[in-house]
């Protein structure tokens, strides 16, 4: 299948600084980037949806000067976590459609974030 | 969100036995998906199913799209100890330009040697 590689795979940073978070398809182009947060024992939240050259897509409840989108590329989308909060701590993980005839969705490796 | 109604929430079994799993939905969906998701990973696709009725093979993984295209099952045959970790199933209508997928809210298994 496709690879979506995300980076960092573990980060740890003081309340009130950002954080960058990366999400790269390393052999296919994504128009479409959806980033995720995931709870302990439970399923994928979807947050947004980037789209490449656009404005991204924010699911309601999910405050978008709070969690920064930029797709800048077709292989790259990024998510900024501003003024982080130890309630930002969790699991995020960022997916990309292989768009064709049959689409599916392939996963990054997700970015554990702890805010301390 | 919406969501997909998977079951069972979670499983115990011997190692060697069969598991079955399924997803309903009361929308109609054009893909059903099913991945896996290691801890500390994210999900891994193991089987897509694109046509109502699709009976598809992945090894000892095999899944099945609903005629209604409202339902999906995934069994795994003959257990082993690296089959632990959570199953999702998710649906997905890749029509016009959203490919959002609807997750079930998974099946943790657990695989005793």
């Known amino acids: 299948g496709a690879v979506v590689s995300q980076h960092p795979s573990r980060v740890i940073c003081k309340s009130g600084t950002s954080v960058k978070i990366e999400c790269r398809s390393l052999?296919?182009?994504?128009?479409?980037m959806f980033w995720y947060r995931q709870f302990p024992k439970q399923s994928l939240m979807l947050m947004a949806t980037?789209?490449?050259?656009?404005?991204?897509?924010?699911e309601q409840g999910v405050e978008k000067d709070k969690f920064l989108i930029n797709h800048a590329s077709l292989t790259l989308s990024t998510l900024t976590v501003t003024s982080a909060h130890p309630e930002d701590s969790s699991f995020y993980i960022c997916?990309?459609?292989?768009?064709?005839?049959?689409?599916?969705?392939?996963f990054g490796q997700g970015t554990r974030l702890t805010v301390v | 969100g919406q969501q997909l109604n998977q079951s069972p929430q979670s499983m115990f079994i011997q190692e060697g036995e069969d598991v079955s799993m399924n997803c309903t939905s009361s929308?109609?969906?054009?893909?059903w998906l099913w991945y896996k998701q290691d801890p500390g990973e994210g999900p891994v696709l193991l089987i897509a199913?694109?046509?109502?009725?699709e009976l598809t093979s992945n090894g000892r993984l095999t899944a099945q799209f609903g005629i209604t295209r409202k339902d999906s099952f995934l069994n795994i045959s003959a257990s082993i100890p690296s089959d632990v970790g959570i199953y999702f199933c998710?649906?997905?209508?890749?029509?016009?330009?959203?490919?959002?997928?609807?997750f079930g809210k998974g099946t943790l298994l657990t695989v005793n040697p």
């Open positions: 997916s990309a459609s292989l768009v064709g005839v049959n689409t599916e969705a392939f």
């Open positions: 052999d296919f182009q994504a128009t479409t």
């Open positions: 980037s789209n490449e050259g656009s404005k991204a897509t924010y």
């Open positions: 929308s109609i969906f054009n893909t």
């Open positions: 199913l694109y046509k109502a009725g």
């Open positions: 998710a649906g997905l209508n890749s029509g016009g330009s959203n490919y959002k997928l609807t």
